[in-house]
């Protein structure tokens, strides 16, 4: 398969991630045109730079996914600068520790210092908007440009969470279930108007978010990754790189043009698990 986006405008929101950098630079060998944003432009701007120096085209943006005029100012930038988008990838989201239990199970122990009941509004919610609606708000500037237009779609990234929640994390796994969720309702909404809506859905990864949660200061794994690892039946974590060959399929209006509303795992077979 050879995704041939040339002369497409590509969003991509948390782009100076691992994940989306790692989809923005497979993009841009396509053709495409690549918008980078993220509240962090400096990293953002790295990975414009790479882009750029291997021949391709790609600008970043400074916007907070959170705010509607953020993403509203980059639009007017992106539309001046690339053109319209056709191709709306909502990667920003992620965990926080305000929002992260420190043990699995309710049982009071006094070495807790922090379990279900001692969370936060604050974080519970940071990390909600910061997945869902930081999905709801892009999608919502973003997919104007794509009505009634032909090869346009919206890719969303999910999680495995949302299929089967994990402990210690209940604001995430809760907001990747609702991405999920708004991914099915959006391929329905748009389904008259030419734009394809679908979502990934990584299983584990190793990335700058989660790095402290699978590996203690000296590198050794920690008991979530033996845990993790047993209960993936490839017995490995995943390579960012093989998030792309997904992103590709589904972005490809040839490969994929009768596919709308599914989340795509990619989870070395962790969703297929029983357990037994």
């Given at each position: 398969m050879s995704l041939d986006l040339k002369g497409k405008v590509v969003v991509i929101t948390g782009a100076g991630?691992?994940?989306?950098?790692?989809?923005?630079?497979?993009?841009?060998v396509t053709g495409a045109k690549i918008a980078l944003l993220d509240l962090n432009v400096d990293a953002a701007k790295v990975v414009a730079d790479e882009i750029v120096a291997n021949g391709y085209i790609a600008k970043a943006y400074k916007v907070n996914v959170l705010d509607k005029t953020s993403i509203e100012d980059a639009h007017a930038a992106i539309k001046v600068d690339l053109g319209e988008c056709n191709i709306l990838i909502n990667g920003a989201g992620g965990n926080n520790p305000k929002a992260t239990t420190d043990n699995e199970y309710c049982a009071f122990e006094k070495d807790v210092e922090k379990d279900f009941f001692d969370l936060k509004e604050e974080g519970v919610k940071f990390v909600f908007d910061l997945n869902f609606i930081g999905t709801f708000l892009p999608t919502q500037v973003f997919a104007k440009d794509m009505v009634g237009k032909k090869g346009c779609s919206i890719l969303n990234i999910s999680s495995m969470n949302a299929f089967t929640p994990l402990t210690k994390i209940p604001a995430y796994s809760g907001a990747k279930a609702a991405v999920s969720n708004?991914?099915?309702?959006?391929?329905?909404?748009?389904?008259?108007?030419g734009i394809r809506v679908n979502a990934i859905a990584p299983g584990f990864f190793v990335t700058n978010q989660n790095r402290g949660l699978l590996f203690d200061q000296d590198g050794n794994p920690t008991d979530r990754t033996k845990k993790i690892l047993a209960s993936t039946p490839m017995d490995r974590f995943g390579e960012i790189d093989e998030l792309?060959?997904?992103?590709h399929f589904l972005l490809d209006?040839?490969?994929?043009?009768?596919?709308?509303?599914?989340?795509?795992?990619?989870?070395?077979g962790f969703n297929a698990f029983s357990g037994v």
């Open positions: 991630g691992v994940i989306c950098s790692t989809l923005a630079k497979s993009l841009a708004f991914t099915a309702w959006l391929a329905v909404h748009f389904s008259k108007v792309v060959g997904a992103t209006e040839k490969a994929a043009s009768f596919i709308t509303g599914v989340v795509l795992p990619i989870d070395g």
